[in-house]
């Protein structure tokens, strides 16, 4: 099973940016992106297809978000752009056989990393 791990997280105020980075032991399907704020599910931020390049992103971070990747070092980075401290939560870095957006399909899970935004 792949390994993830996340790095990059931290404290910004709102409208600053952020770069997370997640290094995966080897490729994989699917790489995603989701979040959790206290007392709420995980939910879903983004996801890459390795494959066929193909990229997925919810509503809410349309055009504030993205996901480069490296291919030669098996990097999935989420750069976040226009902060709102309704972001704040602990972002999770997952791997998954098949394309999917779903928490349960993934299964290979980072450690997470805090994202703190301040108002």
């Known amino acids: 099973q792949v390994q993830l791990a996340e790095s990059g997280g931290g404290l910004v105020q709102t409208g600053g940016s952020l770069r997370l980075s997640c290094a995966a032991s080897?490729?994989?399907?699917?790489m995603g992106w989701f979040r959790q704020a206290p007392g709420k599910e995980r939910e879903f931020v983004a996801a890459?297809?390795?494959?066929?390049?193909?990229?997925s992103y919810a509503n809410f971070v349309k055009g504030r978000f993205t996901i480069p990747r490296d291919n030669a070092k098996n990097t999935l980075s989420l750069q976040m752009n226009s902060l709102q401290p309704e972001d704040t939560a602990v972002y999770y870095c997952?791997?998954?056989?098949?394309?999917?957006?779903?928490?349960?399909?993934?299964?290979?899970w980072g450690q997470g990393t805090q994202v703190t935004v301040s108002s």
């Open positions: 080897g490729p994989s399907y699917t």
């Open positions: 890459l297809n390795w494959i066929l390049g193909r990229t």
């Open positions: 997952g791997a998954a056989t098949v394309w999917s957006a779903t928490p349960r399909d993934f299964g290979a």
